[in-house]
Structures are given as structure tokens and as C-alpha cells.
């Protein structure tokens, strides 16, 4: 079995860990699975041998023998179901962890970027300044109702799980705003996964990536 992602040949955040092949590669770690990577260019993304794969012309992907998928919570459930380490054996704690995956995607990161992307890119927008406070709310309500789950726990759902891997990966993009510090429990919760081994070397895969030289190619 070879596993082969795909990733950005020069990644938009230079390598600090919020491209989605950072949740892929996470998630290979924590369950020990060899894995290649195959950069590719924003031209490429575009091309046709990659829209094969990805319709939507996007990364990562993930080829697995006859198998390609994209969509990193579909990928990351994918490794879960198949190897140890990242959903309970119990079928019940395994169907709660799933939906934190779930919520994650659908709950917490639709806000969450519609705010940072406002904060990065819309400053000279007119109503900026009346629309930011807004989408920060939002997010505000979202953390805020997550933290109150959370509680003193270290986890989501007693163990570390696939559903803790999305959501401090969705999570993270918030780091750079603020916002993630006004909620101290849940910066406390992304600490946590960022120091685990296996994020750590996947960030640093990536982050290596995006430090190679133009001369080294890239």
C-alpha cells in the first residue's frame, strides 16, 4: 500500500500549518502510515490529471492503490476507520467522535473563515468596519458554546480523537486574529494538539516545503 497526498508546491500561509494538507498529514502521523507527497502548482491544480482527482481543482488529495479521494475531513475519516489511533474502539465514543469531525467542518469553520478572510482581505472594503464586529460575534458564539463543552477536559470526548484533530485544525486559523486568545480554554485545547508528536513533525513537513529556495526549486 502506498499512500501519495497532494500539497501545495508553495503554500499561501508559507508553511504555518492552516493549508488543509496539514489536517492529512496529522492524521497519517498519529496512525504511523508512510506517506509521499506530490507537490503541485496553483497552474497545475487546474489541469486536467489533477481535476481527475479533484473536481473543484483543489488540495490535498489522497491516493490509495485504485483509491482517490479529496476533501480532508473525507480523507481523514478515511485513515481513521482503517487504522488505530484516531477513533475509539467503542462504537458509540467512534460515533461522537465523528460528529466532532463533522462539526468541525460544518459548524465552527464556515464562521471562522468568513471572518478571517474578511480581517485579512477586506480592509478597504466599504462597510468593513461595520461587518467585522458582526462576523466576530458569530465566531465569539461559536467558541464560546464549544469552550462550555469542552470544560476542564483536555479532549472532546474523552481521548484524543479525529474529531480533536479537525477541530484544532479549524481552530488554528484564528491564531493570527486574536480572537482564538480571548477564549483561553480553547487556546489551552489547540496548545495541547500542537504538541503532540505527530502534528508537530506533520507542521514540519510542511513547514519545510515552503523554506526550500528558489534555487532548490521551488
Not at 83 to 103: S, Y
Not at 135 to 144: F, G, Q, S, W
Request: glycine content about 6%; charged content about 25%.
Amino acid at each position: 500500500m502506498t499512500i501519495t497526498i497532494t500539497a501545495f508546491e508553495r503554500s499561501p500561509d508559507g508553511g504555518k500549518g492552516l493549508a488543509r494538507d496539514t489536517r492529512v498529514r496529522w492524521a497519517l502521523e498519529e496512525a504511523q502510515l508512510p506517506y509521499e507527497v506530490r507537490l503541485v502548482s496553483f497552474e497545475a491544480m487546474k489541469a486536467p490529471a489533477h481535476l481527475a482527482i479533484h473536481p473543484f481543482g483543489q488540495i490535498p488529495t489522497c491516493e490509495e492503490d485504485d483509491l482517490a479521494l479529496f476533501e480532508t475531513g473525507a480523507i481523514v475519516l478515511h485513515i481513521a476507520e482503517r487504522h488505530a489511533g484516531l477513533l475509539p474502539a467503542d462504537a458509540n465514543a467512534r460515533a461522537r467522535a465523528i460528529t466532532w469531525m463533522f462539526a468541525a467542518v460544518n459548524t465552527l469553520e464556515p464562521p471562522i473563515l468568513e471572518f478571517t478572510m474578511a480581517w485579512l482581505f477586506e480592509r478597504d472594503k466599504p462597510r468593513y468596519e461595520e461587518r467585522l464586529p458582526m462576523l466576530k460575534a458569530r465566531v465569539r458564539t461559536r467558541l464560546e458554546q464549544l469552550a462550555a463543552r469542552l470544560g476542564e477536559a483536555d479532549w472532546l470526548d474523552g481521548a484524543f480523537s479525529a474529531g480533536d484533530l479537525m477541530m484544532v485544525s479549524v481552530l488554528l486559523r484564528l491564531r493570527a486574529t486574536g480572537v482564538l486568545d480571548e477564549v483561553p480554554r480553547l487556546a489551552a485545547y489547540v496548545a495541547r494538539g500542537e504538541a503532540r508528536p505527530a502534528y508537530r513533525r506533520a507542521f514540519a513537513a510542511q513547514l519545510a516545503v515552503n523554506k526550500r529556495s528558489p534555487e532548490a526549486g521551488a
